[in-house]
């Protein structure tokens, strides 16, 4: 058996929680041995359940603890620095998206990355969503034939559960936080867009609120829709209708079921997935537990148990997917008027 990896998780927030239960149903491949938040009663809550020490810095724990790997699960503004205190002491790290804030801090960070040989990946989630990675999977097969039309959506109330979110300076918002999901699983299916356009709204105080974006390839327009609304009722949901000469694709994690495929006149079908796991709702709606935490740590937790090079959600596309994004929220006029 392999020795298990060693991880030092850096924040105790809800994505935090989301990589603890993954980690914790990862166990055979990994072991959390060590937590780290600013606010000391979070990091002591989640070491709690894993028999693990805790600590109020990063700084403090990768200099107390022997650890293999940190995991960054902490507001975009410090994911840079982070990563660079992980890799400084010679460890792998996996930082949740985006990136970063700034196209000159991914720069430094693969950079570094190449420099020292150390593993780095980032959670752009939708690339080990197992609906998502269903469809990329059936395109670049060619099963349904060309792709004719396609839009995207992620919606939901703003999320004022956490005040940096609101903050351009430390999460780059709506543009950086929610729309990067879907404009990096297009660059992932498609790769690079010829053109992109993109207006947004501003409401009900100067924050950019909602965002529309059409990504130009050369025989189709994608359009992509972000939105937080201020009704903090309006639940969240992520979606897509994806065109087939073949077939029609739609998937809507608001629904029951959430995933169909029409083909012809007949009656639409769920496929079978693979690797899909199915885990009960929280309380709260968030997301504590999918298949595409599980999918993609395990995958990163593969690659520094058997010394494999990280192919997926590299650092130089986690980039280009943060530049993109920057462009689209130019456009728009910035994350704040």
Not at 313 to 336: F, H, M, Y
Request: net charge negative; with cysteine.
């Amino acid at each position: 058996m392999k020795k298990k990896v060693r991880i030092g998780l850096v924040g105790c927030g809800g994505i935090g929680r989301a990589h603890l239960n993954a980690f914790m149903y990862l166990s055979e491949q990994a072991e959390v041995v060590a937590t780290a938040d600013i606010i000391p009663e979070r990091a002591r809550k989640y070491a709690a359940e894993v028999n693990a020490n805790w600590y109020a810095s990063a700084e403090e724990m990768v200099r107390s603890e022997e650890l293999d790997m940190i995991d960054i699960c902490v507001p975009t503004i410090d994911h840079a620095k982070l990563a660079l205190l992980g890799m400084d002491h010679g460890l792998h790290v996996f930082i949740e998206k985006p990136l970063c804030l700034k196209a000159a801090e991914g720069e430094v960070l693969i950079a570094k990355q190449q420099a020292t040989g150390l593993k780095v990946m980032v959670g752009q989630l939708l690339r080990f969503w197992t609906e998502y990675r269903y469809v990329r999977d059936r395109y670049v097969a060619g099963d349904f034939g060309r792709l004719l039309s396609a839009s995207l959506s992620r919606t939901g109330s703003a999320p004022v559960w956490s005040e940096w979110y609101m903050d351009p300076d430390r999460s780059g918002t709506l543009g950086l936080d929610l729309h990067i999901h879907d404009i990096d699983f297009v660059r992932f299916m498609l790769g690079e867009p010829e053109e992109i356009y993109s207006r947004g709204n501003y409401y009900p105080e100067p924050t950019l609120k909602d965002l529309f974006t059409i990504l130009q390839y050369p025989d189709l327009a994608i359009g992509i829709e972000a939105a937080w609304h201020h009704n903090s009722a309006f639940p969240f949901s992520m979606k897509f209708r994806l065109g087939f000469e073949k077939a029609l694709l739609t998937y809507d994690s608001s629904a029951t079921p959430s995933f169909l495929i029409y083909e012809g006149d007949a009656q639409p079908y769920t496929p079978e997935i693979p690797d899909r796991l199915e885990f009960p709702p929280s309380k709260d709606g968030s997301m504590t537990q999918s298949s595409g935490h599980i999918l993609e740590l395990s995958y990163f937790l593969d690659c520094i148990q058997n010394d494999k090079v990280v192919e997926q959600n590299t650092l130089a596309d986690a980039l280009k997917s943060v530049t993109t994004c920057l462009e689209i929220i130019r456009q728009c006029g910035g994350a704040k008027k």
